[in-house]
């Protein structure tokens, strides 16, 4: 499974964004996606993820009730919406993906870089 992030920018705060992660591949391995970020000078971390089939839903606590994750299988696409975002969002964000519950991560690409203004 290959995954590409695209549709990052700048934003003001309080402003919104949506991102997308298209995969292709074998994607009946898909189990879920998650988004995971990166900020300038800190650690990877969990932000939301989605199962590829169920679709349950789950979020950081740092995003939870501004951010909300969606998936389209017919287009093999994920998308993270982002509203009332706030400087400290600025982030790359990557997708990954697992094959099985509790399974590693991964097919992290490029990322796409968000960066919110104050």
């Known amino acids: 499974v290959q995954l590409q992030a695209s549709g990052g920018g700048l934003v003001q705060a309080g402003g919104s964004l949506k991102i997308s992660c298209a995969a292709s591949?074998?994607?009946?391995?898909?189990?879920?996606i998650a988004w995971f970020r990166q900020a300038p000078g800190k650690e990877r971390e969990f932000a939301s993820g989605?199962?590829?089939?169920?679709?349950?839903?789950y979020y950081a606590d740092s995003v939870k009730g501004r951010f909300a994750v969606s998936k389209d299988n017919a287009k093999n696409t994920v998308y993270l919406q982002m509203n009332s975002l706030k400087p400290e969002d600025t982030a790359v964000y990557y997708c990954?993906?697992?094959?099985?519950?509790?399974?590693?991560?991964?097919?992290w690409g490029r990322g796409t870089l968000v960066t919110v203004s104050s």
């Open positions: 990954a993906y697992q094959t099985l519950a509790n399974a590693p991560f991964g097919s």
């Open positions: 591949g074998r994607t009946d391995s898909i189990y879920a």
């Open positions: 989605i199962n590829w089939n169920a679709g349950y839903t």
